[in-house]
């Protein structure tokens, strides 16, 4: 028999009347909404704190100044500086996991504020309580690679490590990312392949489209070749690709010849860099390999292979004379 606890509104009710049912009737009629209702108040509050710093925290993200990872990268880099495609993209995550946030975190206050509701109305939780914590465990056990998969996931959108459209290198899958999930990545790879990757597995990340780009190009000349004069050669042809009108927008530096880079057997190597635009590399790089070509064959310059097999260019008319 359910009995009025002292102090209560069932107490001070029966005190008055005398009659306990009436007392029983009070509290359910006044006592326990008051607290439903309390419960009810003070969750919606906790939920409106919550999602301000959530949002507050998101909008710093997105600015580039919350504290942590992405002010150090923003720091690092001047690029990153003004950039609106960045910038816009940036925004885009800092949304996108704040959603996300706001999401979980209403769920959880509005799950502990039911259970307080049942406690309150008699309904005995504990063995609710005794189960949810054996399902959890269970979970725990059960669903490690699933939480590892999130929280990399939420790290990496929160990091802007890569985005969708990003040439990337992620270590088992290289290629251009198409989507970009809580658990996994979906990239495709050069043949068309689509690699589906668990964000959980993703121990190192190799971005391509960040910031900028670098064509390098490793060329090489025979041992008997002009050193100078081929690297004086391979400046202005990179030179005429910067001038270009078809090419400007894509570099951003001027090229630098960086001399000899290798000493093999057959060849001298010497390095000629550009710095481009993202994922314009590949492109400059093409473009500036067959200028090369173009000039070297003006100039009588022979690749190593070449000269192994022809002592010299041969005159005009002429069929070239071979090493006997």
Not at 58 to 75: D, L, M, Y
Not at 298 to 309: F, T, W
């Amino acid at each position: 028999m359910q009995r009025c606890e002292e102090g209560t509104v069932c107490d001070k009710v029966r005190d008055w009347t005398g009659e306990r049912w009436l007392g029983l009737f009070a509290d359910w009629l006044l006592a326990k909404p008051l607290a439903i209702a309390t419960i009810v108040v003070v969750a919606i509050l906790i939920r409106i704190v919550l999602h301000r710093l959530i949002t507050k925290l998101a909008n710093q993200a997105a600015e580039g100044t919350v504290p942590g990872v992405i002010a150090r990268a923003r720091k690092a880099s001047p690029f990153f500086e003004g950039n609106p495609l960045l910038s816009e993209r940036r925004k885009q995550r800092a949304q996108t996991m704040g959603s996300v946030l706001r999401s979980v975190t209403t769920g959880l206050v509005a799950g502990v504020a039911f259970l307080m509701i049942l406690s309150e109305i008699g309904l005995n939780i504990a063995p609710l309580l005794a189960s949810a914590g054996i399902v959890g465990v269970a979970l725990g056990f059960g669903a490690q690679t699933l939480v590892k998969d999130f929280l990399s996931g939420i790290f990496l959108i929160l990091e802007d490590q890569y985005g969708v459209g990003d040439v990337v290198d992620l270590g088992s899958a290289n290629g251009v990312v198409e989507a970009v999930g809580l658990r996994v990545t979906r990239v495709r790879d050069v043949n068309g392949a689509v690699w589906y990757v668990r964000n959980g597995e993703i121990l190192r990340v190799g971005n391509m489209s960040q910031g900028w780009a670098r064509a390098v190009l490793d060329v090489p000349v025979a041992y008997d070749s002009d050193i100078e004069r081929v690297k004086t050669l391979l400046g202005e042809v990179a030179f005429g690709l910067r001038t270009d009108p078809a090419f400007e927008d894509l570099v951003m530096e001027d090229p630098e010849v960086w001399g000899v880079e290798q000493l093999t057997a057959d060849a001298l190597v010497v390095r000629v860099v550009i710095k481009t635009q993202p994922l314009k590399q590949w492109d400059v790089a093409r473009e500036l390999r067959q200028r090369i070509k173009a000039a070297f064959d003006s100039e009588g310059i022979l690749p190593p292979a070449a000269r192994q097999m022809w002592v010299g260019a041969a005159p005009a008319g002429q069929p070239p004379q071979e090493v006997k």
